[in-house]
């Protein structure tokens, strides 16, 4: 296996102070100079599938921009823009209430909107494409902040090249959620806690799995609490000399004992808490991080006048949680009872089954917790959501550490295998992109 953990547990790395702004814009500038290929990388990628699909849409007779701004899911987060939210609902009915979508990009849709001319689907695409290079950025960061830049780069262009990768490009919320996991993360890996929990607290009112960032974050705060709080316990004092000693011999001095064995008693001066400054970071990151999430569900709450408001939207839309029993049924009826399966099902499959057997590589190779417990809950969320089957691979894009041990294979490897093997994800992505938007004819 590839160890995927660095040499110190990120959550004990030391809180980053720079000496002023202007040092810390000159850190963002070389590290987005240093990003350089693999936004090249990233954006080649993600150009061959829109090739891919413009040719594919062409020979179809078919406009590739409405395919991308104003399809399924699009149309309800243009609505939402548009119109607002629904002010209540019907939990027996059969029109689902657009409750279920968090709030956070058709208000910055809406926003750039009113002051950019164009149409809001046309809006909201470009929101998608730039919020999905600040992913592959943020990507790119905690790739090379744990294994060098060349691992960094490999990552971000294994996240454009995922089966599913073609919805980063759509107007859906995937790559705006991604980008801010991306870059809390990175500031948990950096000691920069209320950074982490502001752009967490963002994530939160992006989409529901947001919860899965809140874990992290608080997890890591918690860890990192606990370790500042063993380093300020101080030493046990050494033991006192004895009171007494043998008397010494006729015609010799007593013999003093060493001034190490004298108990010198509590340094007045010695402050055994640990950095206070630093605690206090570290608490306000962690309080808030879940906010934003709590108070999109509270306020869906207070909306319908139900305290379980925003969890009977979910219920509306058959997507409560139920342990993975759906998971297992729709798998056992693609593998077991279907003797022809459809490709996109089976692709969504193995994109969860590749997944499990990835968190588990990352486990085994000790990856940071932040890492660990995002994945995990990403992954728990995911897999034990009684909801439909086919957006399960689309819900597990943001979980780009999951992708770190082939990461650290590809860039471990010889360049000539590293271009095949990339080369051939991208192919593959392309080809599957197409076929998702133009054959299988459902929503991603």
Not at 179 to 190: F, R, T
Not at 314 to 322: I, P, V
Not at 403 to 426: E, F
């Amino acid at each position: 296996m590839f160890p995927t953990a660095p040499s110190t547990a990120a959550t004990a790395a030391p809180a980053a102070d720079p000496a002023s702004r202007g040092s810390a814009a000159r850190a963002a500038r070389n590290l987005l100079r240093r990003a350089g290929p693999a936004l090249l990388g990233y954006t080649a990628v993600r150009l061959l599938g829109i090739l891919v699909l413009m040719k594919w849409a062409h020979l179809q007779h078919h406009g590739v921009w409405p395919l991308l701004a104003n399809q399924w899911d699009s149309r309800w987060y243009l609505g939402i823009a548009d119109h607002g939210y629904a002010y209540a609902f019907d939990e027996h009915g059969l029109n689902e209430s657009n409750l279920a979508f968090f709030p956070l990009y058709p208000v910055l849709v809406k926003a750039v909107a009113w002051v950019t001319p164009g149409s809001r689907a046309s809006v909201g695409l470009v929101v998608a494409g730039g919020c999905a290079l600040l992913a592959a950025w943020g990507i790119f960061a905690v790739g090379e902040r744990l294994h060098g830049a060349r691992t960094g780069t490999v990552l971000a262009v294994l996240w454009g090249a995922t089966p599913v990768a073609a919805v980063q490009w759509m107007g859906y919320t995937e790559s705006l959620f991604t980008a801010l996991v991306a870059w809390s993360l990175y500031a948990v890996l950096s000691g920069r806690w209320v950074s982490a929990g502001a752009l967490c607290l963002l994530a939160g009112l992006t989409r529901p799995t947001g919860l899965a960032l809140v874990a992290a974050v608080c997890g890591s705060a918690a860890v990192a609490l606990w370790r500042l709080r063993r380093a300020a316990v101080p030493a046990p004092a050494p033991l006192p000399a004895p009171a007494y000693a043998p008397d010494p011999a006729p015609g010799t001095a007593p013999e003093l004992p060493p001034a190490s064995h004298a108990n010198p008693g509590p340094d007045p001066h010695a402050n055994p808490d640990p950095d206070r400054a630093r605690v206090r970071r570290i608490v306000l990151g962690a309080l808030l991080a879940p906010l934003g999430w709590l108070a999109y569900v509270g306020w869906v709450g207070l909306r319908l006048g139900r305290a379980d408001g925003y969890f009977a939207v979910q219920r509306q839309w058959t997507n409560q949680w139920d342990g993975g029993k759906e998971t297992f049924r729709a798998l056992r009826g693609l593998f077991v009872y279907l003797s022809n399966p459809p490709l996109f099902m089976v692709v969504v499959a193995l994109v969860l089954i590749a997944s499990v057997a990835l968190f588990v590589l990352g486990v085994c190779d000790r990856q940071p917790l932040p890492l660990l417990i995002f994945s995990g809950v990403l992954l728990l969320i995911v897999l034990g959501s009684g909801g439909v089957f086919f957006p399960r691979a689309r819900f597990l894009l943001p979980g780009f550490p999951l992708l770190l041990p082939l990461a650290l294979a590809v860039a471990r490897a010889h360049r000539r295998v590293a271009v095949l093997s990339l080369s051939a994800a991208a192919l593959g992505s392309a080809y599957f992109g197409a076929y998702m938007t133009l054959v299988y004819g459902g929503p991603p």
